[in-house]
């Protein structure tokens, strides 16, 4: 969209009439609000896509580019139209294209300053919606029916699994790295702590119990009772005075009766 369609789409929302009269039953009420947040997504729409295509005009003014594998030149080829939906309605534009023949492959310097994968095809913030749907859904069906309804995005389930997937890999990928950072480290720099404040000592006490649950229809909660079974941690963060010796020299003796240990 160019400028002239960003004033078309300016001067479409001042020329809409007055409210005027009553509202029915909420339906005039529903229209305006349809026809204002249509205004809104292709005004939206349309700066983003001005803001790109001048971004691109920048990054394809030169001849060649250097490839971000091989470091060499690389020419310039035509412009690929990029589509990419964003969180209401979608967005197009021509991207900068460079192709690298010591490499055999094309490259797109546009997407390293937005950072935005070249694989991608949604905008950063419609991807968080669909790797948070996938992660907190009971399916990704689901997932698809909740961004339908709740954001008004039209995303099948394959492409949210896909997505949810592939950045949960990246995830993983990024914790073992930092496990094998960590296991790399001298053994003073293991045992310092990330944090500035370090508890003296810190305690953690574990517990179990039993809860009554409300009562439910059903056969299952039938068979399986009303009571369950509770896990509780504490966290405690404590002070611990230095002695210079053992101030408990000799064994408790609940920690002597065997019997007692025993059960």
Not at 105 to 123: C, G
Not at 151 to 169: H, N, P, V
Request: positive net charge.
């Amino acid at each position: 969209m160019r400028r002239g369609t960003q004033w078309r789409s300016a001067q479409q929302c001042a020329a809409l009439p007055p409210p005027g009269g009553l509202l029915s039953q909420g339906e005039r009420f529903a229209e305006l609000e349809e026809e204002a947040c249509q205004l809104g997504d292709a005004l939206a729409a349309g700066l983003i896509e001005m803001r790109l295509e001048e971004q691109a005009a920048r990054a394809g003014a030169t001849a060649t580019a250097c490839c971000p594998n091989c470091r060499r030149p690389a020419r310039a080829r035509e412009p690929e139209p990029r589509l990419a939906p964003k969180r209401r309605g979608e967005v197009t534009w021509q991207e900068p294209t460079y192709y690298c023949d010591r490499c055999r492959k094309s490259f797109f310097p546009q997407s390293n300053i937005l950072s935005l994968d070249p694989d991608h095809t949604v905008s950063p913030g419609v991807l968080k919606k669909m790797v948070y749907a996938g992660s907190n859904s009971a399916s990704f069906e689901q997932a698809s029916r909740d961004l339908a309804a709740r954001a008004e995005l039209s995303i099948s389930a394959q492409r949210i699994m896909r997505a949810t997937w592939r950045l949960g890999q990246a995830r993983l990928q990024a914790r073992a790295e930092a496990v094998t950072r960590y296991q790399q480290l001298p053994l003073p720099e293991q045992q310092r702590s990330p944090r500035d404040h370090v508890p003296e000592v810190a305690c953690v006490q574990v517990d179990g119990g039993r809860i009554q649950i409300r009562e439910r229809r059903g056969e299952e909660t039938a068979k399986a009772g009303f009571w369950r079974e509770t896990k509780v941690a504490c966290l405690l963060r404590m002070h611990s005075e230095r002695h210079a010796s053992n101030p408990c020299p000799t064994l408790p003796e609940s920690f002597a009766n065997l019997a007692r240990m025993a059960e």
